[in-house]
């Protein structure tokens, strides 16, 4: 069973800093574009970076020169590192990824979990 486990979330105060992670697991050929998104309460959810197998980023505009999204490739790992957080940036974040089982494969899409991140005093 292929899936996805974000972690890395928690309690931090505004201003500080957290780095996520998302690790993905079972019969995996290989892994297209990763990505990170959240969903506050109330709210869609919605975008947050992206990055593809050759390294190519996108960020949505209110998370980037805050936000970095990285990748290892050889540990089919995501990583966010999220720098100056503000409140608004509490959420439910969630890691993406489309992959291939085989190198013949259709293109699958899998959500992770997700993981709470709170910016809070």
């Known amino acids: 069973q292929v899936q996805l486990v974000e972690s890395g979330g928690g309690l931090v105060q505004p201003g500080g800093s957290l780095r996520l992670s998302c690790a993905a697991s079972g019969r995996i050929f290989s892994i297209n574009d990763m990505g990170w998104y959240r969903q506050a309460p109330g709210k869609q959810r919605e975008l947050v970076a992206t990055i593809t197998s050759g390294g190519s980023t996108n960020y949505a505009d209110s998370m980037k020169g805050r936000f970095t999204i990285s990748r290892e490739n050889a540990k089919n790992t995501v990583y966010l590192q999220m720098n100056s957080l503000k409140p608004e940036d509490t959420a439910v974040y969630y890691c993406?990824?489309?992959?291939?089982?085989?190198?013949?494969?259709?293109?699958?899409?899998?959500w992770g979990r997700g993981t709470q991140v709170t910016v809070s005093s």
């Open positions: 993406n990824a489309a992959y291939k089982k085989f190198s013949w494969s259709v293109i699958y899409g899998i």
